[in-house]
């Protein structure tokens, strides 16, 4: 029976010729010259191990085909030979099955954009993780180097460090090393420069402070003080009164009577420094050597090869003084608990 326009709605015409050219056949098909056939392309065949159903797609194919040799669905049995080129056609589709599934899984729209959003999270998490080792670096939280880790300070950029040999007997007198005078006290002043300096509200921020009636300078910075500099005026103020009879006399009756001399403020200096003493403590070693001209009471001197690790002062200095708020360049907002201004 023929009918004009019959369809072959299961066999796209690559289907075939990719599946032939497996089976190593001819690829032209011969079908009978008073057939239009008419080429759709159906969807993807379901998944088998039936040869005839899901590679060549012959499932559905009308019995008028059967005058096709290679479309027929005859149940006559094979010759031996196409037995053979059975098995071949059957071992072969089963060698690129596989592959082909994966080609169309790869390229199955759902699939294709599930890898795409696995990619999008795993960019976005690694984005994040760079995000927060940045943050973490700036917060100073993990600033780690030879000296260990440290907690954050704005001050934390201008540091460095290097090796020297402890002080011992013998050594050069410093220029700190003098009895009082107009020279030493100006060496001190100099040296506390950095005492006072500004701090920026992000600083404040990162440092986690309260800003509530904190000492703020008209221009939005507030006033800060580096605990190395406070040590450092409290040992200027145990200095003066180590030689309070050169410095006494030079004080005005206001200067006396503030509380900077008074015994509670030396025993905060005094405690002030032997906290950050032991906070800081530097394990260098001295050996004591005995000596006939020996200034130390039990005779003996300080000698030492011992080697400590010291902040580099006069970089730290610099940054300070950058900031340093001088006497007379610098207001403050007016002390909620006074009036007028301090």
């Not at 392309?41 to 899901?54: D, F, S, V, Y």
């Not at 049995?77 to 790869?106: H, Q, V």
């Not at 290097?162 to 700190?176: A, N």
């Not at 394990?283 to 010291?310: F, L, S, Y």
């Amino acid at each position: 029976m023929t009918t004009q326009g019959s369809i072959l709605p299961l066999i796209p015409s690559q289907l075939i010729t990719s599946h032939l050219c497996y089976l190593d056949l001819p690829i032209s098909i011969p079908i009978s010259s008073n057939k239009n056939i008419v080429m759709m392309h159906p969807q993807p065949p379901k998944t088998t191990t039936n040869i005839e159903h899901a590679d060549l797609g012959l499932a559905n194919l009308d019995d008028d085909n059967d005058s096709n040799p290679l479309l027929s669905k005859s149940s006559h049995p094979p010759s031996s030979s196409t037995n053979s080129t059975g098995s071949t056609a059957i071992a072969n589709t089963e060698k690129y099955k596989d592959e082909e599934l994966d080609e169309r899984d790869f390229m199955h729209p759902t699939r294709s954009r599930d890898l795409v959003t696995r990619l999008f999270k795993t960019l976005l998490l690694a984005g994040l993780a760079w995000v927060c080792f940045l943050e973490t670096v700036r917060l100073g939280v993990a600033v780690v180097g030879k000296e260990g880790a440290l907690p954050y300070s704005p001050a934390n950029e201008a540091l460095s460090y290097h090796p020297r040999r402890i002080w011992q007997d013998g050594d050069l007198p410093s220029r700190f090393e003098k009895p009082p005078s107009p020279e030493l006290d100006q060496e001190w002043e100099d040296l506390l420069t950095g005492q006072n300096i500004r701090i920026s509200p992000d600083e404040m921020h990162t440092l986690g402070e309260n800003l509530t009636n904190r000492v703020q300078l008209e221009d939005g910075n507030y006033l800060g003080l580096m605990s190395v500099w406070h040590n450092l005026h409290c040992l200027d103020i145990l200095r003066k009164v180590v030689n309070w009879e050169y410095y006494f006399p030079r004080l005005t009756e206001e200067e006396r009577g503030t509380e900077v001399w008074s015994v509670g403020h030396l025993n905060h200096c005094i405690e002030r420094i032997r906290t950050d003493l032991v906070c800081h403590a530097d394990v260098a070693v001295w050996i004591p050597e005995w000596a006939p001209k020996a200034h130390h009471p039990d005779g003996m001197v300080m000698k030492a090869n011992g080697r400590t690790t010291c902040v580099d002062w006069e970089g730290l200095d610099a940054w300070a003084r950058k900031r340093a708020l001088r006497e007379g360049a610098y207001r403050l907002k007016v002390n909620p608990f006074e009036k007028g201004e301090v």
